[in-house]
C-alpha cells in the first residue's frame, strides 16, 4: 500500500532540506580578529606641493597625525583575502585652556569608514588637527604633541569577534572617553587623511577611506 507524505512530513522535510542547505554558510563563516597597536603622536609641517602655479612665501605650521597599526586574522577568510569595509571612531583629548567655566578637558570624536581592507597584512589608521585647530587650542603654532591629553579609539567590521580599542593613557577595558569629566566638542574638527595636504602621500601605506555621499 502506498503511503501519502502528510503535511507534517513534507514541513519537516522542507526544513531539514533547509537547515542541510544553511550549514556550510554558518560552518564557513569569517571570524576576524582585530589587533591595533597602541596610537603614536607625530608633528608634521605642511608639505611643500610643487607645480607651474609660481612661488609663494609662507612658513609652514605644525599639524598634529595620530596613527594606529592594524592587523586582521581570520578564520574561513574570504577567497580574496580582504573585507569590505572597516570603521575606526577616534577620540582625541584636549585640556581645556579657553574657557574656565566649562570642563577641564574637551573630547573630539570622528568617524572614519575605510574599504578595500586587507587580512593578514599591516596596515595603519590616522587622524589629524589642524594647525588652525592646534592655535586656537594653545594659543601656539607649535605645540602639537604637547596639547593632546589622550588618544583612543574603537574598531569595528562585520565578522570581528569583538571591537577592538587602543589608548594612549588608562586601560582599554576602562576607556577615558566615557568619562563624564569630558566635554564633548566639535568645535575643533578631527580630519581624517583626505581631508588633509596628506592626502597623496604615503599612499600604500594607509587603508582606503570611503567617500561620504551627499
Not at 589587533?35 to 612658513?59: C, H, I, M, R, Y
Request: with cysteine; aromatic share 8%; charged share 30%.
Amino acid at each position: 500500500m502506498k503511503i501519502l507524505p502528510t503535511l507534517a512530513m513534507v514541513t519537516k522535510t522542507a526544513s531539514l532540506g533547509a537547515l542541510l542547505i544553511a550549514a556550510p554558510a554558518v560552518i564557513a563563516q569569517t571570524a576576524i580578529k582585530i589587533d591595533a597597536s597602541d596610537p603614536k603622536f607625530e608633528d608634521l609641517q605642511s608639505p611643500e606641493v610643487g607645480g607651474n602655479t609660481g612661488k609663494k612665501s609662507w612658513k609652514p605650521k605644525d599639524w598634529l597625525e595620530v596613527e594606529v597599526k592594524v592587523k586582521l586574522d581570520a578564520r574561513n577568510e574570504p577567497k580574496d583575502k580582504h573585507i569590505d569595509r572597516l570603521t575606526v571612531r577616534w577620540f582625541v583629548a584636549v585640556e581645556n585652556k579657553v574657557d574656565r567655566s566649562a570642563a577641564k578637558y574637551f573630547l573630539m570624536e570622528k568617524e572614519v569608514v575605510h574599504v578595500n581592507v586587507p587580512i593578514g597584512e599591516d596596515f595603519f589608521l590616522s587622524c589629524y588637527l589642524s594647525p588652525a585647530t592646534i592655535k586656537r587650542l594653545t594659543g601656539k603654532d607649535r605645540a602639537g604633541k604637547n596639547s593632546i591629553k589622550a588618544v583612543g579609539g574603537e574598531i569595528t567590521c562585520t565578522g570581528a569577534v569583538k571591537p577592538a580599542r587602543f589608548t594612549s593613557e588608562g586601560e582599554v577595558s576602562k576607556p577615558w572617553w566615557q568619562s563624564a569629566s569630558m566635554q564633548r566638542t566639535n568645535k575643533y574638527p578631527l580630519l581624517n587623511k583626505n581631508e588633509t595636504p596628506f592626502k597623496f602621500l604615503w599612499w600604500d601605506r594607509y587603508l582606503e577611506i570611503e567617500p561620504v555621499r551627499r
